[in-house]
Every structure is written in structure tokens, then in C-alpha cells.
């Protein structure tokens, strides 16, 4: 997978008028335990379930978990990244929680345009992270795109 945490050289990414309906972007990340203690530390979610081996074991998971918040970020990486890019603001994101991520996981997170609405410069994305072929997260955001006025 990609390295994507490096410098970002682009100071915008599509303008409202390049985008059309079916444009999708996809960024992949491996989680790692490292990466499910940073987060823990970063947002002050301490629960067991994401950092506590043996608490976890005794529950339906079986494994300490990634938090669900952890894996909706990387659409957040879709979006600020690729599609619509830099410059575009998140305005809301709806969250379905479908099947755990674990540590070790490959996150596919995939963002596809499904409507643009001009007099706003808003585009609405289907989200969807996916570990194999199966769906772990899914959604839908509404970003504000950047103009050329």
C-alpha cells in the first residue's frame, strides 16, 4: 500500500466543475497495534476492547479491535487526499459500523460521487471501507468542493 502520510506538494485537489457521477478514489492502509495505540492516545479512547488483549479475549470478538472511528478516517484520507482532494471540507459523514477490523486488516477505503448539488459546490460520496471483500464500514459524506470564483 501506498504511503500517503508523506508531504502533500498539491495545494488543491479537483475543482467543483471537474467532477462528475461515478469518480471514485480508494486508499489502502494495513492496521497495525501500533497504529490502534496511537489512535487510543490521540483520542482518548482507552476501552479494553481496543487495548487490552486479554479483556478482549473474553468477548464476542475474540481479539482486541480497531476503533471504528480509526477506520472511518481513511475516507477522511480519501477525501482530503484524492477525491474531491486538498481544499475540500467535510460537512457530514453517516457511519454504519458492519464487521470489526482487526489488527493486521488491509482497510480498502473506497469514496465514489453519487451527486453534485452547483449552487452549493456540495458532492455527496458513497463511502465504504472493506477488509478483504468484505464491507467493515459503510456511509455517506457530503464534502464542500473548492469553486474557481
Known amino acids: 500500500m501506498e504511503n500517503i502520510c508523506a508531504s502533500n506538494d498539491t495545494l488543491h485537489g479537483y475543482y467543483f466543475d471537474e ?35 486479554e479483556f478482549a479475549k473474553k468477548t464476542i470478538f475474540k481479539s482486541t479491535i480497531a476503533h471504528g472511528i480509526l477506520t472511518a478516517s481513511l475516507i477522511s484520507t480519501v477525501i482530503g487526499t484524492k477525491l474531491p482532494g486538498p481544499g475540500s471540507i467535510y460537512v457530514s459523514q453517516s457511519l454504519n459500523f458492519r464487521a470489526p477490523v482487526f489488527s493486521g486488516d488491509t482497510i480498502l477505503a473506497h469514496c465514489t460521487i453519487t451527486s453534485l448539488v452547483p449552487d452549493r459546490y456540495h ?12 464491507v467493515v464500514l459503510d456511509g455517506q459524506a457530503i464534502v464542500k468542493v473548492p469553486n474557481r470564483s
Open 19 to 53: 467532477l462528475d457521477l461515478g469518480m471514485s478514489e480508494s486508499f489502502g492502509k494495513t492496521i497495525t497495534d501500533a497504529d490502534i495505540t496511537l489512535f487510543a492516545g490521540v483520542s482518548c479512547d482507552t476501552n479494553p476492547l481496543h487495548l487490552n488483549h
Open 123 to 134: 458532492a455527496t460520496l458513497e463511502t465504504e471501507c472493506l477488509v478483504d471483500n468484505t
